[in-house]
């Protein structure tokens, strides 16, 4: 879609555009970082391998939260590694606690903060009792939105605001985080499920944020279809139509589909060996091996979920839609 | 282009503070004088210059994939780096400075032509540099060898392309000056361009069938040669003549006429499409001496 108009963007614009320059700022800080071992590894080398671990998606890792957030592709390649780090979880069909997600986000980005999270929890519980449990894919999905389209839903949240205070947002402020978390705050608590907004109005408003806006914005085919498929709608139910919504999956492009988001065999392959390694017991998987979750053992992350016992009995009520698909 | 550079050039030596603990050394070091170090470092080290020279590439491709272009160009820079390069002389050093000059004329397409140009000559040196004896230049082996690969990487199947290589070839131990260098891996682009657009062209005249008339495919043809036919290039107002008579109306009565006199219908193959098409530009190509 930009294929052809990178060549007729002015250089400064076209690095910018393409995140050049943060990637190369990056590179040379942690070469810095590292500039005891450049010596006899070679400088050439290091960029080598830090730009393949760039485009592999595996350079967010461990980094901090400022620098995973910094681009789109750092903010797909923090997603994606968190669903294959963590979909066991989904797997065993454990349902957690918004804090949990929160330590698991950790694992991966020690000072990610609890903001988003919580942020996302809302999005999965409609803004209701924020202490309860959800299913892993409830809140991946959630969470992709949250996350990827952060400052989208800034603007969204302060233009909802104003719809329902009576004033019709014509010229689009762009918050700054502080005042959209206020007014999101304030939106939640006002309205209750029944009333909200009118969507076909709330999507004119929507329209010039999405061509405005210089963040990554969801396709606006795909908010144009999620709002006129209702009369009135509330945020919450704006963001978790957007988060149930497989185009805007695709269009972020880090998780597969929902029915294959637990499946992985070549993952599934290895995690066995690994399992059979470490327990030295040889575990009866050759026969009726891989699909199947029940066979093995317990090997989510080093943090066992808190609530494994009470799954059974709060799994049907709590989380707002499937909580499984492993069967297919 | 500059501006970018500078504005690099000024921005790098002060890493994004963002990227956590920096400095190295102790704590007790002024800030200031910290980063002057790690300048004064960066550039004793080559760095400095090594990140100007690869953003100019990524200028000067412009990629669609910037990070995946930098993945590519560091790695062959640690390939052919002293101690890669340098190892044993010819057996090792020539495959790798033929993949190394293969790299460098792909880096930006051809329509940048001043982009190219510098890549070709990057190449030209690369190939015509042997080891540590004195610059034996590049010789018609190496030459015909880097068309044979630039054309047995692309789609286009080689029944396509070896009638062109015979054109433009070069003896085995001529030396080849710059300028026949660079003519012959600007037309081996050009003409695998020309194949892939004639590709994309059968695609529309079979209409997902699979196999095309016969008589449509001729009747396309017989506009492009007509078109080309046109002769003397050198003259700009011909590239007019040609764009007219291949401009849309032309080609619709053309193709109208050649399906309204269709008596049994036969068809032609993509591979017999892409060779004719590509015979008419060969055709057009001047034979290298």
Redesign the interface.
Known sequence: M??AE??SL???E??AQ?H???????A??????N??D??QY????F??EY??S??QGTHILF??F??VQ?TP?NRTSYLRTFWRCFRTVGKNGDLLTAKDYHCLLQLLCPDFPMELTQKAARIVLMDDAMDCLMSFSDFLFAFQIQFYYSEFLESVAAIYQDLLDGKNPNTVIVPTSSSGQHRSRQASSECSPLDGVEASLFYQCLETLLDRSKYSCPPSALVKEVLSSVQRLTFYGFLMALAKHHGINRAVGALPDKGDLLLDPPMDQELEKLVAQVSGLSISTPASSSGEPANLPSRNSPRKPLHHRRKVDTESDISTEETDSSEN | ?K??AA??EK??PA??P?????R?GAGAEAPGRALEG?AE??RQ???TA??RE??LK??EA?P?????F??DY??K??LS?PEAADGGGDPRGQPQRLARALWYVRLAHHS?RTAFNNNISMAYECLGASGRRKKPGVNGRIYSELLRRICQDSEAPQEVTSPLLQRIQCRDHEAVPFDVFRYGVLTCFVLLEFVAKADTLYDVLDDGSGVADKRVCQAVLGTLEEALGASDFSVPIRYLEAGSKLGPDCLAVAMDRALLERKLSTSMKREEFLKKAAVLFIAKVKPVD
């Open positions: 930009l294929s990178r060549f002015p250089g400064p076209y690095l393409r050049v320059l943060t990637y190369m700022e990056d040379v800080s942690q070469l810095l970082e500039r005891e450049i010596s070679g400088i050439a080398r960029f080598t730009f393949n760039v485009r980094r901090e400022s620098f910094a592709h | 282009m501006m970018a504005a690099c921005r790098r890493p994004n963002a990227a956590g603990p920096v190295t790690a470092f960066l080290a080559g760095v090594m990140v690869a953003l990524v200028l412009r669609e994939e910037p990070v995946a930098l993945a560091f790695e820079l640690v780096s940048h």
